[in-house]
């Protein structure tokens, strides 16, 4: 691990390599990029492995078991590969470290349960919208999907109006 810490991307190189990425995806796989797809089928491989009836005979989950493996699919490979170039940068760019972020005073227990809860929130609403930040605002939007861009509309206002409450509540 290096001593001295890297910067960041400027954010202009950043997103025109994230565009590229995206095109190369799209060009490599017939597929934009997305991830909330491989929880669905973790969560079924989980439920086939642990209780095959129920999983089979449940409205959601069923399709992915029936098809065969849930995990045999492109999305599985596109999150193995970003969690090995996310832990490769971290470490190349010396910024890999264990935290947990947010307001101190809360304490390190509420903090992880609050952003446990966030990230339950935010995995519920991207299967109901079809789509994640990734899935649906960043593909859906590089295709000129109107449900990509109003994806983004919504989830950015959403984020600015929990932020604003979240930093009022918590002061």
């Known amino acids: ?23 190369a995806t799209f060009l490599i796989t017939g597929h ?7 929880f669905t ?3 079924a491989w989980i439920g086939g492995e642990i209780a095959p009836q129920a999983t089979q005979a449940n409205s959601y989950f069923g399709a992915f078991v029936k098809a065969g493996n849930p ?6 490979w596109e999150i193995v590969g970003v969690a090995i170039g996310a832990l490769a940068g971290a470490l190349t760019s010396g910024r890999f470290r264990f935290q947990v972020d ?10 992880v349960a609050l952003a446990f809860g966030g990230g339950l929130l935010a995995g519920f609403g991207a299967r109901l919208a079809s789509g994640c930040t990734s899935g649906m605002g960043l593909s ?10 109003l994806f983004l509309v919504g989830f950015f206002a959403a984020g600015l109006l929990v932020s604003w409450a979240m930093g009022r ?3």
């Open 1 to 23: 691990m290096h001593s001295e810490v890297r910067p960041l991307w400027p954010p202009l190189v950043a997103g025109i390599a994230l565009g590229l990425a995206l095109l």
């Open 32 to 38: 934009g990029l997305g991830a909330s797809g491989f």
């Open 41 to 43: 089928r973790l969560t």
């Open 71 to 76: 995990l045999s699919s492109w999305v599985t």
């Open 102 to 111: 947010g307001a101190r005073k809360l304490g390190g227990l509420l903090r």
């Open 140 to 149: 859906g939007s590089a295709t000129l999907a109107v449900a990509g861009f």
């Open 169 to 171: 509540f918590w002061r």
